[in-house]
């Protein structure tokens, strides 16, 4: 059973960057891989990157370049660093963590919003 709390959405002008975190409660070491997604208005959730527990990180062709997934297993927390952020970012972001087991975990998401 894992938990997943995310924070540091908020709005953001274009061009602008934010970080986003995810931490991780319960069955910690359980987990595989850890990824976030994104839902916009309308639109079906998309998954916007991942990463393995051994570092190994895949990316949305859309993000590719702006956005870094990372993970820090001693505080069991995920993040995302989001740069050149445009109106096209503004969505839920939510984090996802799949276990050994089979199990997904996702968190309640935080609301990015970039706007001039």
């Known amino acids: 059973q894992v938990q997943l709390v995310e924070s540091g959405g908020g709005l953001v002008q274009p061009g602008g960057s934010l970080s986003l975190s995810c931490a991780a409660s319960?069955?910690?070491?359980?987990?595989?891989?850890m990824s976030w997604y994104r839902q916009a208005p309308g639109k079906q959730r998309e998954l916007v990157a991942t990463i393995t527990s051994g570092g190994r990180t895949n990316y949305a062709d859309s993000v590719k370049g702006r956005f870094t997934i990372s993970r820090d297993n001693a505080k069991n927390t995920a993040y995302l660093q989001m740069n050149s952020l445009q109106p096209e970012d503004t969505a839920v972001y939510y984090c996802n963590a799949f276990s050994r087991s089979g199990r997904n975990s996702w968190g309640q998401g935080t609301q990015v919003t970039v706007s001039s």
């Open positions: 319960g069955s910690i070491f359980s987990i595989d891989v």
